[in-house]
């Protein structure tokens, strides 16, 4: 049997992509905020429903062009997640900012905002959270949190393209926030990412932080990065908006059709989205509880002895990666929920180009772990 992935790329018709690199080609501009970086910039903002939007040639450099742009004090603390990806610490150590790692809520595994309270010292400077597989924090609360002790809140969105909160986008809460365009992705850029931000004053800084810090020809204003998304990128973008809601309408029934039959599996539990969230439909991910007669490691193997590569997102967590866990503080954290579930989460093959007779076979392992190998995907 094929492989079936954890995702695929979402990718445009190769004409359309080419008649762009046509254009590109005849105006000899590649990179340095060409037309087609400027087009894309302006759709994304009402796509996301967000005043102002950065383009960066991946998230990673936007992340850490965010956490720069909110002048965090040097050796300060940022209370974040472990159950993430490892961008979002690193990005804080390479601010020379110390993470802090708080718990999880078990539904939505994103920070636990009730327990953020309780790590706030006098050198904390501010609030990293992230949308894992596209639930949204506790936005509201963190804010209060944020107001009470005069702290920035900065968003890791990598997962959350298109995501609302009551008809709001999701990259409008907090001071900044950041999304990926990985090829992972739902909507992508090949490789890219973008800051989102209310305060209009920031665009000039990020602006300038992403070049190198350079303001004109002989003026060099601040100690920058080269983050510049080229032309090519922009172009794979121009041509993914107009697609990446039809990836999600086949996401979504795909969602259905897992949620139907796997609802049914004592031993499956299907973390469910909050009230009035539009689902960015990035991930599927499942939860393999203790009375599930195999472990989520074991079940990851048998999948993948039959070609089909699910993902233990997110393990390890990053308070077992060797630059953090030797740390006493990390050492000391309470993070029971982060423990539990790095050992439960499993990401299922998600993407709109996924037959049902595969799915159907997934959810066939699913029911009947002790499969005997004998059955085949269509």
Same mark, same amino acid.
């Given at each position: 049997m094929d492989r079936i992935f954890v995702t695929q790329p979402l990718l445009p018709d190769i004409k359309d992509f080419v008649a762009h690199v046509e254009d590109i080609w005849h105006s000899k501009w590649l990179t340095n905020m060409g037309t087609k970086h400027n087009e894309l910039e302006t759709k994304l903002k009402n796509v996301l429903k967000v005043p102002n939007v950065s383009l960066f040639n991946n998230g990673t450099i936007a992340l850490l062009t965010a956490l720069k742009a909110m002048d965090l004090p040097y050796g300060s603390e940022v209370i974040t997640t472990p159950f993430?990806?490892? /961008?979002?610490?690193?990005?804080?150590?390479?601010?020379?900012?110390?993470?802090?790692?708080?718990?999880?809520?078990?539904?939505?595994?994103?920070?636990? /905002?009730?327990?953020?309270?309780?790590?706030?010292?006098?050198?904390?400077? /501010?609030i990293l959270g992230v949308h894992v597989y596209g639930f949204p924090c506790n936005v509201e609360k963190i804010d209060k949190i944020a107001k009470k002790y005069n702290l920035k809140v900065i968003y890791d969105a990598a997962h959350a393209f298109s995501t609302e909160i009551n008809g709001k986008g999701i990259g409008t809460f907090g001071d900044i926030t950041m999304f990926s365009f990985h090829a992972t992705k739902l909507f992508n850029t090949i490789e890219g990412g973008c800051l989102t931000y209310n305060d209009e004053s920031l665009k000039r800084k990020i602006y300038n932080l992403r070049n190198f810090g350079i303001q004109s020809e002989e003026i060099v204003e601040d100690v920058g990065i080269n983050g510049k998304m080229n032309e090519f990128q922009a172009a794979m973008g121009l041509e993914n908006l107009k697609i990446y809601k039809e990836e999600q309408e086949k996401r979504a029934k795909i969602k259905a059709f897992y949620d139907e039959h796997l609802s049914k599996i004592k031993g499956i539990r299907i973390p469910k989205m909050p009230d009035g969230i539009t689902n960015s439909y990035q991930y599927y991910p499942?939860?393999?509880?203790?009375?599930?007669?195999?472990?989520?490691?074991?079940?990851?193997?048998?999948?993948?002895?039959?070609?089909?590569?699910?993902?233990?997102?997110?393990?390890?967590?990053?308070?077992?990666?060797?630059?953090?866990?030797?740390?006493?503080?990390?050492?000391? /954290?309470?993070?029971?929920?982060?423990?539990?579930?790095?050992?439960?989460?499993?990401?299922?093959?998600?993407?709109?180009?996924?037959?049902?007779?595969?799915?159907?076979?997934?959810?066939?392992?699913?029911?009947?772990?002790?499969?005997?190998?004998?059955?085949?995907?269509?």
């Amino acid at each position: 049997m094929d492989r079936i992935f954890v995702t695929q790329p979402l990718l445009p018709d190769i004409k359309d992509f080419v008649a762009h690199v046509e254009d590109i080609w005849h105006s000899k501009w590649l990179t340095n905020m060409g037309t087609k970086h400027n087009e894309l910039e302006t759709k994304l903002k009402n796509v996301l429903k967000v005043p102002n939007v950065s383009l960066f040639n991946n998230g990673t450099i936007a992340l850490l062009t965010a956490l720069k742009a909110m002048d965090l004090p040097y050796g300060s603390e940022v209370i974040t997640t472990p159950f993430t990806f490892a /961008a979002t610490p690193h990005c804080i150590v390479w601010n020379n900012c110390k993470p802090v790692f708080c718990d999880i809520e078990p539904n939505t595994m994103t920070i636990d /905002a009730d327990r953020i309270e309780d790590l706030i010292t006098p050198n904390t400077s /501010a609030i990293l959270g992230v949308h894992v597989y596209g639930f949204p924090c506790n936005v509201e609360k963190i804010d209060k949190i944020a107001k009470k002790y005069n702290l920035k809140v900065i968003y890791d969105a990598a997962h959350a393209f298109s995501t609302e909160i009551n008809g709001k986008g999701i990259g409008t809460f907090g001071d900044i926030t950041m999304f990926s365009f990985h090829a992972t992705k739902l909507f992508n850029t090949i490789e890219g990412g973008c800051l989102t931000y209310n305060d209009e004053s920031l665009k000039r800084k990020i602006y300038n932080l992403r070049n190198f810090g350079i303001q004109s020809e002989e003026i060099v204003e601040d100690v920058g990065i080269n983050g510049k998304m080229n032309e090519f990128q922009a172009a794979m973008g121009l041509e993914n908006l107009k697609i990446y809601k039809e990836e999600q309408e086949k996401r979504a029934k795909i969602k259905a059709f897992y949620d139907e039959h796997l609802s049914k599996i004592k031993g499956i539990r299907i973390p469910k989205m909050p009230d009035g969230i539009t689902n960015s439909y990035q991930y599927y991910p499942i939860i393999i509880e203790d009375d599930y007669p195999i472990t989520r490691d074991e079940l990851y193997d048998r999948f993948k002895e039959q070609n089909i590569l699910t993902r233990k997102y997110f393990y390890p967590a990053c308070n077992d990666y060797d630059c953090y866990k030797n740390d006493l503080a990390v050492k000391l /954290a309470d993070l029971s929920v982060v423990n539990d579930l790095k050992h439960k989460v499993l990401c299922l093959p998600f993407y709109g180009n996924l037959n049902f007779n595969k799915m159907d076979f997934i959810c066939n392992m699913l029911s009947n772990c002790h499969f005997t190998g004998d059955l085949k995907c269509q």
